[in-house]
């Protein structure tokens, strides 16, 4: 077989019956976990006072690992026809999502060493929590969420840009309504949306409220359509992940509105 397209099999996610390849799959699994543990564990003081060198060696091993692995992919990724192109087909392959993300996991690490303004160098640290998005790519319940969001985009966004409405909208009544009673809290519209995503979201945090008659009862509505309002895309996802398991049960031959299998 060619090395480079036992590479790419190596490389990629396990394809059934190939114990080196699923073998490989665990490894950066693993490699995964331990990095979120450690990133984690690294923001504790007395735990990075004592382990801080420990989780440094862990740190230069792991980039190491991902930088090889990252490297591997892009020379082997030819092997597969859509990226058959040595160089476009590098370049189409780099930036997909989840190249992407490759990318991100080692680049915090690389930063370090280009005169990054080192008051920025912890939170370009904790970057490395990025590596946990890399589970992605081994997990088909993932690849199952990915392919919901993208049928249900549509519906999403119409939900998304339904919920900026009411936020402005929101926003721009209680501005009206207690600017002047509280002219340093609902001081304009941008600030109000503060309270407006605070109740929006029933979260509540009590730290901005209305004080005039007219203004708790617009607050009043308001709260009750933002259950009904933040309610709708979880529906939205819940129909889609119905589908998506209803096809997949039944090969992609059932009707995507009853669930009925196809004839």
Same mark, same amino acid.
């Given at each position: ?11 990629? =996610? ?23 543990? =450690? ?48 160089? &476009? ?70 939900? &998304? ?10 926003? &721009? ?38 004080? &005039? ?51």
């Amino acid at each position: 077989m060619d090395i480079r397209r036992r590479i790419w099999n190596l490389v990629e =996610a396990a394809p059934g019956g190939d114990r080196w390849s699923r073998a490989v799959d665990i490894g950066i699994l693993a490699l995964i976990l331990l990095n979120v543990v =450690a990133v984690i564990l690294d923001s504790v003081p007395s735990i990075k006072s004592r382990w801080g060198d420990a989780f440094d060696t862990f740190e230069l091993i792991s980039v190491i690992a991902f930088s090889i692995e990252y490297a591997l992919r892009l020379w082997s990724c030819t092997t597969n026809p859509m990226f058959a192109h040595p160089i &476009t087909g590098r370049l189409r392959f780099a930036v997909r999502p989840m190249a992407l993300i490759d990318l991100a996991a080692i680049l915090p690490f690389y930063l370090t060493f280009v005169g990054f303004d080192l008051r920025s160098l912890r939170v370009v640290r904790l970057m490395r929590i990025v590596r946990i998005a890399k589970i992605g790519r081994y997990y088909s319940s993932l690849t199952l969420i990915r392919s919901v969001l993208r049928s249900k985009r549509e519906e999403l966004v119409l939900s &998304t840009m339904l919920m900026v409405l009411l936020l402005i909208v929101s926003a &721009t009544l209680l501005y009206s309504c207690e600017n002047e009673a509280q002219p340093d809290t609902f001081s304009s519209i941008p600030a109000t949306m503060w309270w407006a995503v605070a109740t929006l979201t029933t979260v509540g945090y009590g730290d901005v409220y209305p004080v &005039t008659l007219l203004g708790k009862i617009f607050a009043s509505v308001i709260a009750m359509l933002g259950i009904g309002m933040f309610a709708l895309p979880t529906g939205i996802l819940g129909a889609g992940f119905v589908e998506a398991i209803e096809s997949h049960k039944h090969g992609d031959k059932c009707c995507p509105h009853c669930g009925e299998a196809l004839q």
